[in-house]
């Protein structure tokens, strides 16, 4: 009877252990909020085109149509825990630029006319963890624009009132209120 109730004991550790074990992996480590930078984004009415950065002087550098709109979102400029890269591709005939996390989508860009902007990278999260939002995807045919945005009303007012169409979730960011990011 002794041993029977020590093997009990030593079977139910085993299992405790290995359920542990198991989890251990599933664990998902986060980048530091403190590393994000605002991303801005402009807004070129005469080429209706979006453009998002990190260094707002870039916004100045281009020629005077491009007006700063906004910080988008908080992202960050170097790989951080659980963040991939944030492509920017831009196509200056159809005055576009286009994000996305997608290698395969930056290829067919690229094959499509589109330039990788490599001296712009930045680094989203691929799934919804350690507190990000949406970063919402949304493209006008009409204005070949990419529209990304964490606005939910936003969102909604660009597809109802301005002729955009919902993409996809294009990644997820840092909301701009700090006490969101857990």
Known sequence: MKYLLSAIFLSVVVRLTGALHISEPEKRTCGDPSNS???????????????????????????????LQEVAALVFVDQEESTVPFYRLYNSAVVDNFYTTSMT????????????ITNDLIYIYPTQICGSVPFYKLYSASGTDNFYTTSESERLDFISNHGYADVEIAGYVLPLTPSQCT
């Open 105 to 116: 989508e930056a290829e067919a860009a690229l094959k499509n006319g589109y330039v990788n």
């Open 37 to 67: 930078l605002p991303l801005y984004r402009s807004y070129n009415p005469t080429g209706i085109d979006h453009y998002y950065t990190t260094d707002v002087s870039k916004v100045n550098q281009h020629d005077s149509v491009w007006a």
